[in-house]
């Protein structure tokens, strides 16, 4: 099948096919003679596997890790259990620090029961006051949607370098 098709069936964006070969996630598809990528059943199995693994909040680097172990399915996975067992607890900490967030906007939204003009909105008059706070008072800022984890890890004798993605 070509890339639209694979894009389709595995229901990818064509981009983000290409993204997770250019990523070494998804080995490159041999081309037909008229140039195009042709992919089979495995290419469709693999992205299959990658996406649900992203929709497990898995980092690419995650995914490369289990990858490995699916592509060499004789070895221990020890380290498969270890990896899961970090990200639940990354899992753990961000549901942790979302709470803390859900309490610190339902303690704004309380500043403003009751609708009137913007330039006496309490919700307004505490971000204002909160962003002109001394930081030492005001609480650490963090990303909008933050990813579930960050830093660094070790697996299998391999750094795995946390990074952000939108595929």
């Given at each position: 099948?070509?890339?639209?098709?694979?894009?389709?069936?595995?229901?990818?964006?064509?981009?983000?096919?290409?993204?997770?070969?250019?990523?070494?996630?998804?080995?490159?598809?041999?081309?037909?003679?008229?140039?195009?990528?042709?992919?089979?059943p495995e290419h469709a199995e693999r992205l299959g596997?990658?996406?649900?693994?992203?929709?497990?909040?898995?980092?690419?680097?995650?995914?490369?890790?289990?990858?490995?172990?699916?592509?060499?399915?004789?070895?221990?996975?020890?380290?498969?259990?270890?990896?899961?067992?970090?990200?639940?607890?990354?899992?753990?900490?961000r549901i942790r620090e979302l709470r803390v967030l859900?309490?610190?906007?339902?303690?704004?939204?309380?500043?403003?029961?009751?609708?009137?003009?913007?330039?006496?909105?309490?919700?307004?008059?505490?971000?204002?006051?909160?962003?002109?706070?001394?930081?030492?008072?005001?609480?650490?800022?963090?990303?909008?949607?933050?990813?579930?984890?960050?830093?660094?890890?070790?697996?299998?004798g391999t750094t795995v370098k946390r990074k952000a993605?939108?595929?």
């Amino acid at each position: 099948m070509k890339i639209g098709e694979l894009a389709t069936a595995t229901q990818t964006q064509v981009e983000t096919v290409r993204y997770y070969e250019r990523e070494g996630l998804l080995p490159q598809a041999p081309r037909s003679e008229g140039n195009y990528r042709i992919y089979g059943p495995e290419h469709a199995e693999r992205l299959g596997f990658i996406r649900h693994c992203r929709s497990l909040d898995m980092t690419l680097d995650e995914i490369r890790v289990l990858l490995r172990f699916k592509d060499s399915p004789s070895e221990d996975c020890r380290d498969v259990n270890a990896l899961l067992d970090e990200h639940i607890g990354h899992v753990a900490a961000r549901i942790r620090e979302l709470r803390v967030l859900e309490k610190q906007l339902k303690a704004l939204r309380e500043q403003c029961v009751v609708a009137q003009d913007a330039g006496h909105c309490g919700i307004l008059s505490g971000l204002s006051h909160a962003a002109g706070a001394p930081h030492a008072a005001a609480p650490k800022a963090r990303p909008h949607v933050a990813r579930s984890h960050g830093g660094n890890r070790v697996a299998q004798g391999t750094t795995v370098k946390r990074k952000a993605s939108a595929a």
